[in-house]
């Protein structure tokens, strides 16, 4: 049977998260000092915090969900600021009407329909889902340039790998301290795809296409 994500669970992906953001943070801050200032650092760690509790978007459950809902309801009108000030003067009026209006929509309707039609251990629990997720953190920090869109990507990437190998290490039990016995849920979340075909396809597709704009981005 697969595993219900508790709170507990919850709190141990936040600090896998936690402690992926701060590795990349403290490595990048360690070996190249110059390259990112302090809040892009701390942009890092949270990115990685984000990224450690995001393949729980399908878990269904309560408060993780309500929390990662309330984190995205954030992230994405962040990501589209830039755009939406080609066509709109960035007032506070503005920010306040952006951001209330996109918070209830994130939280209400976008939440229910992913209640609906995700499954718990999908394709949300899996790496081509990480790798997407990357992608996105790479857009979301591109307007600061390549070095930290390619930081905030590592970043992320980090944390879902981190909650990946977290969710398969707990579908292992130690019988006597030393013969691990496999639970059903093993390899249900570092994984390649899913049972539903449609939605590996929707993945790859979208991966797909991320990693050629990111490529076009990167190009001298
Ligand atoms: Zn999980």
Not at 3 to 24: K, P, Q, W
Not at 172 to 193: D, E, M, R, T, Y
Not at 198 to 204: G, P
């Amino acid at each position: 049977m697969l595993c219900v994500i508790n709170m507990s669970g919850f709190r141990t992906h936040l600090i896998g998260g936690m402690a992926a953001g701060g590795a990349v943070a403290a490595g990048t801050a360690i070996f190249k000092p110059a390259l990112l200032d302090p809040v892009q650092l701390s942009a890092l760690f949270i990115t990685g915090t984000i990224g450690g509790i995001l393949p729980d978007l399908d878990s269904d459950t309560g408060k993780p969900l309500s929390i990662l809902f309330g984190l995205i309801s954030i992230l994405v009108p962040v990501a589209f600021l830039e755009d939406l000030a080609q066509y709109f003067t960035i007032t506070p009026e503005f920010l306040v009407t952006y951001f209330v209006i996109c918070y209830f929509i994130i939280n209400f309707p976008v939440c229910a329909a992913v209640k609906k039609i995700t499954v718990h251990r999908g394709i949300m629990h899996s790496i081509p889902f990480a790798v997407l997720c990357a992608q996105a953190s790479f857009f979301i920090f591109m307007p600061s340039g390549k070095s930290m869109a390619m930081a905030g990507a590592v970043s992320m990437l980090a944390g879902c790998i981190t909650h990946l190998v977290l969710d398969e290490l707990n579908s292992i039990v130690w019988k006597f301290g030393c013969i691990p016995v496999f639970k059903n849920s093993i390899g249900s979340a570092l994984k390649f795809k899913s049972s539903s075909l449609s939605a590996t396809f929707l993945i790859y597709l979208l991966a797909g296409l991320g990693g050629v704009h990111i490529l076009n981005q990167l190009a001298p």
